[in-house]
């Protein structure tokens, strides 16, 4: 036989034969190296069916490396097959992981991480455009006397459903964080201190007016909530001290109320 790899090699009938590739290089994924295979098997078969080839002194020895390096592409493709489910299951898991690093796993809110990076978002996002924005701190009123009156399973249910009506009644733009034990905090992007103190009185309302029930065990829940504007300049860690200071004054008041940063 004649050529090189990459040539067609005639014989004396004027037939052609395409040779392989002048590279062999497999291509990425399984798919490729099972279309690499399927080529170099059509190739051996043009071969064979060619008279002048089949009866080549070399032919039975190119059968035979032909036959092992398709049992090295089968491995191979074994293998990438592998290694495709491998990645995905990596690609998967970093997903959840990602997940997980950002939610509260009780209530299934964002956590305190996913707030911070949030609210620290929009800060860059009112140095570059302008603007505002608000925050609320809430905290639930006298909720060791539900796990003590309850237990602590009622308790856990007094959270998430009351994660879930605040979810719910927010704009789609704004974030609900379960900021820590009973406490919960919101952001509320582009929305002013009067504005604020309005969604404030709703949440107010809403979970004060809501029948949670427990194993037919009415259980009576309110709300103590600090409202704060973002004011220039201020950093994330002064804005949430802001609503946290806002809601000790609610509670001093007298809890189920809210009030606003001095």
């Keep these: 036989m004649t050529g090189d790899a990459g040539s067609k090699v005639g014989n004396a009938g004027g037939t052609t034969v395409t040779g392989l590739p002048r590279r062999w290089a497999l ?53 990438a097959k592998i290694s495709d489910r491998m990645q995905t299951d990596t690609r998967q898991m970093a997903r959840t992981l990602h997940a997980a690093s950002q939610t509260d796993p009780l209530t299934d809110l964002p956590n305190r991480r996913q707030m911070i990076e949030r609210l620290e978002a929009e800060l860059c996002r009112v140095g570059r455009n302008g603007g505002g924005f608000a925050l609320l701190m809430m905290d639930i009123d006298h909720f060791k006397d539900v796990n003590d009156d309850f237990g602590h399973a009622a308790g856990d249910h007094v959270l998430v459903e009351t994660a879930g009506l605040l979810r719910r009644n927010l704009r789609m733009h704004d974030l609900c964080a379960r900021w820590g034990g009973e406490e919960f905090l919101i952001l509320l992007p582009g929305s002013d201190q009067v504005q604020a103190e309005t969604v404030a009185e709703k949440l107010r309302q809403l979970i004060a007016h809501h029948p949670f029930v427990h194993q037919d065990s009415s259980i009576l829940v309110t709300l103590s909530l600090g409202v704060a504007s973002y004011r220039e300049g201020q950093t994330a860690d002064a804005c949430i ?20 940063a001095a």
């Excluded at 002048?52 to 293998?79: C, G, V, W």
């Excluded at 001290?241 to 606003?260: E, P, S, V």
């Design 27 to 79: 291509r990425r994924g399984t798919m490729g190296m099972m279309l690499q295979e399927q080529k170099l098997q059509d190739w051996v078969a043009r071969l064979a069916a060619n008279e002048d080839y089949a009866s080549h002194p070399l032919m039975q020895e190119f059968r035979a490396l032909a036959n092992d390096h398709m049992k090295l592409m089968r491995q191979l493709t074994k293998i």
């Design 241 to 260: 001290q802001a609503a946290d200071d806002a809601l000790y004054i609610a509670k001093r008041a007298g809890r189920n109320r809210w009030a606003a």
